[in-house]
């Protein structure tokens, strides 16, 4: 599905970015830069994987950002796919959230996607040909108690796509914008709640059970690849009909 695209997953070091990444891998691509802020032990996992390159990357340094798609477009002359993953929580109810934890959220979550896409989408436009997608959440469209910061980024990435999606192609490029708005999904996030919390979850999921990262890396190789070439400006709601 992804045969011979020059790929970019940000938040590549564990849970949804982690599946991703091996899911295009597997598909095809010539090259997929797993980029995260911490890379731990991803160089050592992913040692064997040719079509894998690691990087250390800082969605909120825009200079790090400027000097990796340097080295991509040298290397590459193109971007394909965008995947914008790299998120952050700082969940507390509106009169207890700090501002520090509204402005990394923000930072991360709204800003970061912001950095990213306005340094890659140009060069897509050049080649008349890509795709961007970016990580929303339900808490974006529906809202959710004690995630204000939260739900402002993922409401507010949604916002950013539809207006990119005409912005890209108004001049006729091939260039589309969407975004995958996951429910519950057993990621490294949600692995510590108890397991009241984890079937609750459940029970109000009408397909009873939480979702995986596979889940997710399945909507998004779709909106990666040719499959989706008339999709764009679309939130696709991933969640097992949480939200409907």
């Known amino acids: 599905?992804?045969?011979?695209?020059?790929?970019?997953?940000?938040?590549?070091?564990?849970?949804i970015g982690k599946t991703i990444v091996e899911r295009f891998?597997?598909?095809?691509?010539?090259?997929?830069?797993?980029?995260?802020?911490?890379?731990?032990?991803?160089?050592?996992?992913?040692?064997?994987?040719?079509?894998?390159?690691?990087?250390?990357?800082n969605v909120c340094d825009r200079q790090a950002i400027q000097t990796l798609i340097e080295?991509?477009?040298q290397e590459h002359g193109r971007v394909d796919v965008l995947v914008n993953n790299a998120g952050v929580t700082r969940d507390n109810l509106i009169d207890r959230m700090t501002e520090e934890d509204w402005d990394i959220v923000l930072d991360v979550n709204l800003k970061?996607?912001?950095?990213?896409?306005?340094?890659?989408?140009p060069l897509m436009i050049e080649n008349n040909s890509g795709s961007v997608i970016t990580m929303s959440s339900v808490v974006g469209t529906d809202g959710n108690i004690g995630q204000s910061n939260y739900a402002a980024t993922k409401g507010g990435v949604i916002a950013m796509t539809k207006g990119w999606a005409k912005e890209f192609a108004r001049k006729g490029a091939q260039v589309r914008a969407n975004c995958v708005a996951p429910g519950f999904i057993e990621t490294p996030m949600t692995k510590d709640l108890s397991e009241k919390v984890l079937e609750h979850m459940k029970n109000k999921t009408p397909l009873a059970r939480m979702?995986?990262?596979?889940?997710?890396?399945?909507?998004?190789?779709?909106?990666?690849?040719?499959?989706?070439?008339?999709?764009?400006g679309q939130t696709l709601k991933i969640d097992g009909g949480l939200v409907i």
């Open 1 to 15: 599905m992804l045969s011979n695209k020059i790929c970019i997953v940000t938040g590549a070091a564990q849970g």
């Open 112 to 121: 970061g996607v912001f950095n990213m896409t306005q340094a890659i989408a």
């Open 25 to 57: 891998a597997k598909e095809g691509a010539a090259c997929v830069y797993a980029c995260d802020v911490n890379i731990g032990d991803m160089e050592e996992s992913y040692s064997k994987d040719k079509n894998i390159a690691v990087r250390q990357l």
């Open 71 to 73: 080295t991509i477009t």
């Open 211 to 232: 979702g995986t990262s596979t889940d997710i890396a399945n909507g998004v190789t779709f909106l990666a690849s040719e499959q989706s070439s008339f999709i764009t």
